[in-house]
T-cell receptor, first 114, second 117 residues
Framework: AQTVTQSQPEMSVQEAETVTLSCTYD???????LFWYKQPPSRQMILVIR??????QNATENRFSVNFQKAAKSFSLKISDSQLGDAAMYFC???????????FGTGTSLTVIP | DTGVSQDPRHKITKRGQNVTFRCDPI?????LYWYRQTLGQGPEFLTY????????KSRLLSDRFSAERPKGSFSTLEIQRTEQGDSAMYLC???????????????FGPGTRLTVL
């Protein structure tokens, strides 16, 4: 089974600053998708950003962008101009191109300091 | 609200009792997934349905667990003879097969938090 590793259990950032959350994964497949999900306290998970492995261009969604390094099997999330509402658990997830299971990392708890 | 809904949101039960959770997916979604999330961990896949067919089950889904999706709409997850180790958040997600350029984006419900005493 694929494994997804998030090595930062907790991170903090000052409001309006930039923070980067790390994610690495292990796979032998060439066709797959990567995702970052946000889980606010006591609220449901929502998709933040997604990336197809065959695309070299890094995905961007407003203040959120990724740094996808396929050879290094790294998929980090950058949050620019951090806002108080960004405080949440962030999960990195992997799905193979032909599969349906999502494999999640253990999450990074992000605190935004006013 | 047209998102994924789950009921109940919280369930406290005594060891040995049976519990059943319900998930209502987004109406046009044909795929439905169950995950378990324990404290400090990411969600772990349990099982998934395409329409009413249960196509994949994790080895985490012991014989005490059963899931159904009888009409291809809502789904139920039953745990028989609950154990303290079953205490977790049970998440449901749905997606549209082939939708959104193959991403198979999953939309999650708020979860059912189970506490087994």
């Amino acid at each position: 089974a694929q494994t997804v590793t998030q090595s930062q259990p907790e991170m903090s950032v000052q409001e309006a600053e930039t923070v980067t959350l790390s994610c690495t994964y292990d796979t032998s497949e060439s066709d797959y998708y990567l995702f970052w999900y946000k889980q606010p306290p006591s609220r449901q998970m929502i998709l933040v950003i997604r990336q197809e492995a065959y695309k070299q261009q890094n995905a961007t969604e407003n203040r959120f962008s990724v740094n996808f390094q396929k050879a290094a099997k790294s998929f980090s999330l950058k949050i620019s101009d951090s806002q108080l509402g960004d405080a949440a658990m962030y999960f990195c997830a992997y799905r193979s191109g032909g599969g349906n299971q999502f494999y999640f990392g253990t999450g990074t708890s992000l605190t935004v300091i006013p | 609200d047209t998102g994924v809904s789950q009921d109940p949101r919280h369930k406290i039960t005594k060891r040995g009792q049976n519990v059943t959770f319900r998930c209502d997916p987004i109406s046009e979604h044909n795929r439905l997934y169950w995950y378990r999330q324990t404290l400090g961990q990411g969600p772990e896949f349990l099982t998934y349905f395409q329409n009413e067919a249960q196509l994949e089950k994790s080895r985490l889904l012991s014989d005490r667990f059963s899931a159904e999706r009888p009409k291809g709409s809502f789904s139920t997850l039953e745990i028989q003879r609950t154990e303290q180790g079953d205490s977790a958040m049970y998440l449901c997600a749905s997606s549209l097969a082939g939708g959104l350029a193959g991403y198979n984006e999953q939309f999650f419900g708020p979860g059912t938090r189970l506490t087994v005493l």
